[in-house]
C-alpha cells in the first residue's frame, strides 16, 4: 500500500471517532445521513450534524456578514432629534463616546465585541473556507481555524442590539429617534452571523484539512 493510501486509512479511521466537547468521552460515528445528528451518550451533547454544502452556505453566510458589516459602519445606527439639535451615532462612535466619558475598559469591550471580533470571524472565516475549497491550504489556516473557533463566544453583538433597544425605549419619550440605515443592516448582520455559525459545521473543515494535508493538522 502507498504512502497516500496509509495516509488516507488513517484519517477514515480516526474520523470514525470522536471525543465529546463537554464530557470529552471518545465514541464512535456511526454512518450518517444528511441531515441526521449524532450525540454523545453519555450526556446528549451533539458530536456530528450531518449537513449538505456546508462549507459552500457558510461561505456565502460569511460574505454576506462582511457586506453587512460595512454598512452597519458606514452610516448611523440611530439619530435623536431634540429641540432642533440632531445627534447621530455610529458603531465606533460607542466605543470612542464611553472613552471620552473616561470609561477606557467599558470602550475596549465594545470595540472587541462589536467591530474587532466579528470582523476577525468574517475575514477568517472567509480566508479558510476559500483555501479549502480551492486545496491552497498553508501551516496557517488549521492554527487560524483553531483560534476563530476559541473567539466564537465573544461576538456579541445580540447583547448590544438590545442595550440599543433598551435606550430607544427610554429615550423615546425624551427625542425623536431616527433609525438609520446601518440599523437595519446591523440586524441582518446578526442574523447572518446566526446562520453561518449554524450552517459551518467545523468538523468538515477539519475533515477536508486531513485529506489535504493527511493526518498532520
Known amino acids: 500500500m502507498t504512502n497516500q493510501g496509509t495516509q488516507q486509512k488513517q484519517t477514515a479511521e480516526t ?3 470522536m471525543a465529546c466537547a463537554h464530557c470529552d468521552l471518545i465514541q464512535k460515528l456511526p454512518a450518517m ?9 453519555r450526556c446528549n451533547n451533539v458530536l456530528y450534524r450531518k449537513q449538505k454544502n456546508s462549507l459552500n452556505r457558510a461561505l456565502a453566510f460569511a460574505i454576506t456578514g462582511l457586506i453587512l458589516f460595512v454598512i452597519s459602519n ?7 432629534k431634540a429641540m432642533g439639535l440632531t445627534q447621530e451615532g455610529t458603531l465606533l462612535s460607542t466605543s470612542i463616546s464611553l472613552f471620552q466619558a473616561e470609561r477606557p475598559f467599558l470602550s475596549l469591550i465594545i470595540l472587541l465585541t462589536t467591530i474587532i471580533f466579528p470582523l476577525t470571524t468574517l475575514l477568517g472565516t472567509i480566508y479558510v473556507l476559500m483555501q479549502v475549497k480551492t486545496n491552497r491550504i498553508n501551516r496557517y489556516t488549521a492554527p487560524l481555524f483553531r483560534f476563530l473557533r476559541s473567539t466564537d463566544a465573544w461576538g456579541m453583538l445580540e447583547i448590544f442590539m438590545l442595550a440599543i433597544l433598551v435606550a430607544v425605549v427610554k429615550l423615546g419619550d425624551l427625542a425623536d429617534v431616527i433609525f438609520g440605515i446601518s ?12 446562520f453561518l ?9 477539519w475533515n477536508r484539512l486531513r485529506d489535504i494535508k493527511g493526518c498532520q493538522i
Not at 455559525?197 to 473543515?205: A, E, G, I
Open 15 to 17: 474520523l470514525s471517532h
Open 33 to 41: 445521513q444528511v441531515g441526521e445528528v449524532a450525540r454523545c451518550i
Open 74 to 80: 458606514l452610516f448611523p445606527l440611530l439619530s435623536l
Open 183 to 194: 440599523l437595519y443592516a446591523f440586524c441582518l448582520l446578526i442574523l447572518s452571523l446566526s
Open 197 to 205: 455559525s449554524y450552517s459551518l459545521n467545523p468538523h468538515d473543515v
